[in-house]
């Protein structure tokens, strides 16, 4: 599986936006890059997905670079309950993947009132 | 709601002591699979199942068994548990054809 990094922790306010990065440099061109997030005592929770156009849901927008290596999940007005471990996935659209989703550390969000 | 359940959220049990986490969901979804939870090693996939009685092995298989006899449900078996299970597990399904997974809340298991 092509891996992803992104920064371990990130710190925003309250009603401010959030641009959560990942870097994903050995992405292939069938690799749709998704997004989890997982609450405090939670299991993960889809968040969004996209293959190579922005694209825009009821919580939140992926923004994904013209070359793919990259993508930036953007929280327009962060509250309290975004706090979570936000989570950027490649899975492979072929292949014998059979929709297995390969979490790696993901990034810990902290929201400030 | 629709939703995945698993039981029980928490257990803690002996080594050796068969047990069995069970998981449903009332969504008709296909497929569905087990994930650990352990930290700094992240969600990795025990097993998964395409639909009714068709089951394959993920990541990290070994000492567990599953089974998919209903559509609903999709139970993972601990034959023989042992302290390196120690750990929180989450049980998933998704609609074939769908990207989006929905998780369970979770079973916090410790093997002593």
């Known amino acids: 599986d092509a891996k992803t990094t992104q920064p371990n922790s990130m710190e925003s306010n309250e009603e401010e936006p959030v641009h959560l990065p990942c870097n994903h440099s050995?992405?292939?061109?069938?690799?749709?890059i998704h997004w989890y997030r997982q609450l405090p005592s939670q299991g993960p929770e889809y968040v969004i997905h996209?293959?190579?156009s922005n694209v825009n849901n009821r919580m939140a927008s992926l923004a994904i670079a013209e070359d793919r290596k990259s993508s930036t999940l953007i929280l327009h007005r962060a509250t309290l309950r975004d706090a979570a471990v936000y989570y950027c996935?490649?899975?492979?659209?072929?292949?014998?993947?059979?929709?297995?989703?390969?979490f790696g550390q993901g990034t810990i969000l902290t929201v400030h009132p | 709601e629709a939703q995945v359940t698993q039981n029980p959220r928490y257990l803690i049990t002996v080594t050796g002591k068969k047990l069995t986490v069970t998981c449903s969901q009332n969504?008709?979804?296909?497929?569905m699979s087990w994930y650990r939870q352990d930290p700094g090693l992240g969600l990795r996939q025990i097993y998964y199942?395409?639909?009714?009685?068709?089951?394959d092995k993920g990541d990290v298989p070994e000492g567990y068994k599953v089974s998919r006899k209903e559509k609903r449900n999709f139970p993972l078996i601990l034959e023989s548990p042992s302290p390196n299970q120690t750990s929180l597990y989450f049980c998933?399904?998704?609609?074939?054809?769908?990207?989006?997974?929905?998780f369970g809340p979770g079973t916090r298991l410790t093997v002593t």
């Open positions: 969504m008709n979804h296909e497929y």
């Open positions: 199942s395409m639909n009714v009685e068709v089951t």
């Open positions: 996209g293959l190579t």
């Open positions: 996935i490649l899975r492979d659209a072929g292949g014998t993947s059979y929709g297995k989703l390969t």
């Open positions: 998933a399904s998704r609609r074939q054809g769908s990207y989006e997974q929905y």
């Open positions: 050995t992405i292939s061109g069938t690799d749709y």
